[in-house]
């Protein structure tokens, strides 16, 4: 079976490991960065000669243009092109949620910092509040905001950029990470990024004793995000979960059977028809 992984960090541990464990079982392996030269996806892949599976973890526009072109010339992406373009949208992402009713902080959108500074447009649920780029990407704004001089600085650097201010939650200081693939839930804690409480963050929680029914809530958001590998950060707020960040095919980092499974996911369904010889995308060496 042809599996292609579509990043620009081919040395990325997971999928590194996940790669090993295809070449293994002896499928066939390929890595495509997406943002590979300056022209249009069917200079990146042949539409007649396509892999059995690829796996999105890029989430760039092109990567995102690269994906849909493959869907329509019907291969299997994981994630979809559309459920990883929802979880790039933080706006997109609350009304999803609201709709669903998944347990998240009150959001709303602007489409400049700078508009938190005026009139109606300044916070109204009072501070301390959460700041973040509307778009999710590599270096963007999130940051926590404790009053009106803080606002008017942040707002110095990050004028123009399209946010969502958001409620805070009162936490311990520890993240749950809830990774899912294909079904599988692989959990673990690692330190809020902002909000600990004063005096730091408490004893890390013990992972064992994460409560079933926050599982379920793991497992029923990637239902209604249409995802099938994803990771869903909760934080306790007076014992019930709140779900602070999704995100579309993240690093998993640290669960030993997150390769397996994985691999697992990525040699489910198959296209039909007969497999083609090992072939790599156009201009990919094939490692397998």
């Known amino acids: 079976m042809r599996v292609c992984l579509l990043t620009d960090k081919q040395d990325h541990p997971l999928l590194a490991a996940v790669s090993s464990a295809l070449i293994a079982a002896e499928h ?113 704004l999130v940051a926590r905001v404790d009053g009106p001089a803080e606002l008017r600085d942040l707002a110095a650097t990050w004028s123009d950029e399209p946010v969502v201010l958001q409620e805070f939650v009162a936490n311990s200081g520890w993240d749950h990470k809830l990774w899912v693939i294909a079904g599988e839930v692989f959990t673990g804690v690692r330190p809020a990024p902002v909000g600990a409480p004063p005096g730091g963050a408490q004893s890390a929680p013990l992972v064992r004793d994460l409560p079933r029914a926050w599982t379920r809530l793991a497992l029923h958001t990637g239902e209604v995000f249409g995802l099938d590998v994803y990771g869903v950060d909760l934080l306790d707020r007076e014992g019930a979960p709140v779900v602070v960040d999704i995100n579309a095919f993240p690093g998993i980092r640290g669960p030993k059977g997150a390769p397996a499974a994985l691999a697992a996911l990525a040699l489910r369904r198959p296209r039909p028809g007969p497999l083609a010889a090992c072939r790599a995308p156009a201009r990919v060496p094939c490692t397998g």
Request: glycine content about 6%.
């Open 28 to 140: 066939c392996v390929t890595f495509l960065n997406p943002d590979t030269g300056t022209g249009s996806p069917s200079e990146l892949v042949t539409p007649d000669d396509l892999a059995d599976v690829y796996l999105l973890k890029a989430h760039t526009p092109r990567a995102l243009a690269l994906a849909r072109f493959l869907e329509a010339h019907g291969a299997r992406v994981v994630n979809s092109a559309a459920a990883t373009e929802l979880c790039q949208d933080r706006s997109r992402i609350a009304a999803v949620a609201e709709g669903a009713d998944l347990p998240m902080p009150r959001t709303r959108t602007l489409d400049a910092l700078s508009e938190a500074l005026h009139g109606a447009e300044q916070p109204e649920s009072g501070y301390p509040l959460m700041v973040k780029s509307r778009h999710s990407r590599r270096q963007d």
